[in-house]
């Protein structure tokens, strides 16, 4: 029956590709730009790679643009990123170019999925693996599970890196600073540790805090910044595409020596 065939079908498929994914050699928290980005490079470059984002469409805040004005404002330094991902841009003023908000998100998903990464929607990240103090994976839930406040055991996924996409939110950073009793950095000087973010106010802090704050744990796009107490930017994504693919070349570079 037709109907039975369906329903095998989904399930067979996604639980293959999920099992494929218990062990990556990256989990990037997060489906925003400078997440997709960097799952994107990271794939093209032969790792296994997958993204977890908690809502059905990833993409972060890219679909709306602003205010629901779905364009986008990308500085001039990342238009070879809008290039690598063929998306359509117009010239505006003083280095600043315009792109089409769901062209952009849309290409970005398209092209990261089909350079080989996995994206899993509607997955929240409620905690991090730790071995030998180091951070070695993430613990994944249904997000209605935890939307809904059910007791529902987690699952594990162990991999080589983490990248903390979250956002302003920056909600991996929280969780291993908790766990080992150290603050982030704050506007008052306040680190995580010997590993301090440095970042200061301006959309260029983002691309320079994309680094490794943890053992295993990385950091890009907003989250890299929203730590030491940078304001919300707005609709300027280029400081998003270019952290995202710096944090990619960096692990890149570890994995492959």
């Known amino acids: 029956m037709i109907e039975k065939q369906v329903s095998k079908g989904i399930i067979r498929t996604y639980f293959e590709k999920m099992e494929k994914c218990l062990e990556l050699d990256v989990a990037i928290v997060g489906g925003g730009p400078s997440g ?7 794939a093209k470059a032969g790792l296994r790679v997958a993204l977890f984002d908690r809502k059905l469409s990833p993409g972060g805040g890219m679909w709306g643009g602003a205010m629901m004005f ?5 500085q001039e330094e990342a238009l070879s990123i809008l290039k690598d ?20 998100t849309s290409a970005l998903l398209y092209k990261a999925v089909h350079a080989g990464a996995t994206i899993f929607n509607c997955y929240s990240v ?10 070695s994976g993430v613990v994944v839930n ?18 080589k890196f983490v990248i903390d ?26 680190v995580i540790g010997e590993r301090s973010l440095d970042v200061a106010e301006g959309e260029r802090q983002v691309v320079e805090g994309t680094k490794e ?5 990385y950091v890009c796009g907003m989250a890299s910044s929203a730590v030491g107490g940078t304001p919300r930017m ?13 944090v990619a070349d960096m692990i890149i570079k570890r994995v492959k020596g």
């Open 36 to 42: 997709i980005a960097a799952a994107y490079y990271m």
């Open 70 to 74: 779905n364009q986008l404002v990308i």
């Open 85 to 104: 991902f063929d998306i359509s841009y117009e010239s505006y003023e003083d280095g600043l170019y315009t792109a089409d908000s769901i062209e952009s």
């Open 126 to 135: 409620e905690d991090v693996v730790f071995k030998n103090n180091v951070v």
């Open 142 to 159: 249904w997000t209605p599970v935890l939307r809904e406040g059910l007791h529902v055991d987690p699952l594990n996924i162990m991999a």
């Open 165 to 190: 996409g979250t956002g302003h939110d920056s909600e991996m950073c929280k969780v291993v600073a908790r766990k080992n009793g150290i603050k982030l950095e704050t506007t008052t000087g306040e």
């Open 213 to 217: 704050i943890y053992p295993g744990l």
């Open 234 to 246: 707005g609709p300027i994504f280029g400081g998003m595409l270019l952290s995202g693919k710096k």
